[in-house]
């Protein structure tokens, strides 16, 4: 332990310049329009890989954007750990909501400001920087393979394949994975559970071009309106989902597990000051904890149809749409929950407009064991680290990825995230608090240590 | 009628080319980055009407746009007609959808496409080459003034102003307006009513932020979700609107009124092709004649919120807006309706979110009197210009000036519009038959004719 804090401490600067580094490409995955940067940056993590003193790195080709492999083994008969990441970013906009620039990453009272800072250059880049530490300091007790892919934020379909292609190379005894977060420095948690997810797009068509609203205004479906009615069907009263057989298959967890997930702190008045709200809203029949990790969601993302420049326009639009995605929980399946969608929305749609439904991606929700040797060494390192046991929560996001690794490789994940839920991830003003960067480049090689020693 | 014919034939191509040059400038009033333009078109506008033979021409300022004044009095004794048209035209986007550039007028299948082609350039310049032949041809008959304005598509506020102060001026027997639409060339009609109109912006706040819509998706209230429940229940299930209070004015119509009104030619089938739509959709009770033109509706111009870029951004969005309007009939006050939806909205606005309800503009309803000698003017004049009566209808739009004009000058209107229904007003693909124009240009000069000699 006092060799890593040393070597972190002789090292922080340089620590945070090249994360600053990583954070000023622009590596939006949604946007075909940052193509170029997205490619610059699989070559510069393949290059910061090879210097931290890894073997076989490849830009690996795939339909979409490369994925960064490289590797160290030091001894066969040792186990292995494969560390996922993503190098690419949420798009960045709204910009004009942003005090400093998405791509110039700025420190202000001690965070870091920028796309990407927590999701998920800033973490999966804690675990470059611990792989350098253990290398140069000669205390890698372990193999270790990296899997930095850049299409996690659009549905991660080439990781997919090349898992499928890539079993023998990624062979490995358990997936290691910094993107999610924890509680706080004060209360570290572990997360034990990820939501799935369903993304879709639904366009609603009325007239076959936009009309003057007084002209026709009154006298055929204003799509618009036709969709706002559709959406708003979508939840009841009591804010549960209306699709038909959307709960069918969800996990209902027992008393005790329940009580036992509501043990994590958690305060009302602090979690709606934070984000402004006089009050909080959702499923009811559940708390706060259990409608972002136990419970599906369906939310919408996005919505737009009609004039929406400055001033008045008195147009009665031909199309409206929006964006749609559920998070789903165990055993709730992507592509089923999709269908179901689907259907309903089709079935929904009155008979003066034509909807179209369109899949973006999807994931499968995954519930991480708490008594496997990983998590174990997950909770030791972090005892170590923070001086305080782990707290096990469930994610309210998504990696759709977790549940192909166990799929395909056989092998659970451990989900060591050390962002907050406060860090804006995809939103304006992304931020990764700088002591979490250095907490998380402290507690990694312990996460190794005692995987190499437990096993 | 021959002397008229005649001098049309001879200068046709001109008229054409003139309304060309006018059609190209980008007046857009809604969007200030076209300034610049709607202030030329303004010049232009005045340029013209000097050279057609009109005296103290003026581009009066206003705190807007300028309107663009000009007369000919030809014997203070005789009538004096008030020709009110407007330079301005409405936003052309969506541009993708234009089949040629908005401001590049083009000629397809007899028909002159471009943004203001019918709404108003097209109609207005109509009156303009009239005047010019009646002067050219020594036949004007009667006083004419003109008042043009750039600011009809953002609700005309500074026109009020400007009719306020200018009462002595303006003062004139009949305003002539064509700015509306005739059911066909075969079957000639005259409006006989507007709608009025109250439009209104609305934005709901949730979180103060955008949040990750997997950590936060569940627990908060998306504002798109409940602006999408509160734009739903405006309507009820038979598509009344259901603001207290909306319908406590509506001027009801007899059952000989209604039939009357039922009268004009209207197909249902060719008006379902048309719009390419299976089905109406409506205020139940009415037929599709009555619900545009004596049933106030309520209308989405636009909505918006959330992540509208490519591909999937899952965001829980902080805000969603829309634009909503309502078309009034007669004895509807614009103020009240707005004052109505406002208090409306913000009630059933739930506690999770904040609504702010922001004013554009509006405008009364009318009805123009069918037994006027003005009325009788344009009736002849239409009869004799396209061989049958024109048929007495209400249109669906708005000119919210034309009730100002009574409240202050005391002077009723007539609604002399050439347009078509199916002209894409507001629309992309705007367009004017430019048989039409000539018709009109034909037919105005009749109008002065009539008018004067029953006066």
Sequence with gaps: MQEIKKYVDENKQRFLDELFELLRFPSISADPGFKGDVLKTADFVAGKLREAGAEKVEVCPTAGYPIVYGEKIVDASKPTVLVYGHYDVQPADPLELWKTSPFEPTIREGKIFARGACDDKGQFYMHVKAFELMQKTGTLPCNIKFMIEGEEEVGSENLGIFVKENKERLKADVVLISDTAMISLEDPSLETGLRGLSYLEVEVTGPNRDLHSGVYGGAVANPATILCKLIASLHDENNHITIPGFYDDVQSLSEAEREKLNEAPYNEAEYKEDLGVEELWGEQGYTTIERTGIRPTLEVNGIWGGYTGQGAKTVLPSKASAK????????????????????????????????????????????????????????????????????????????????????????????????????????????????????GIETIPLFHKYFAELS
């Design 324 to 439: 749609i995605s559920m998070r789903l929980v165990p055993n709730q399946k992507s592509s089923n929950i999709t269908q179901l969608f689907k259907d309903h929305f089709e079935r929904i749609a009155p008979k003066y407009v034509s909807v179209t439904v369109t899949e973006h991606h999807g994931g499968e929700p995954v519930v991480t064991p708490t008594d496997s040797i990983a998590y174990k060494a997950a909770e030791k390192a972090i005892e170590q680290s923070f001086g305080k046991k782990p707290i096990p929560t469930r994610g309210g996001g998504s990696i759709p990825i977790v549940a192909l690794f166990e799929e395909v490789l056989g092998i659970k994940t451990v989900l060591m995230g050390f962002g907050l839920d406060s860090d804006n991830l995809h939103s304006p003003n992304e931020k990764f608090d700088i002591a979490n960067y250095y907490k």
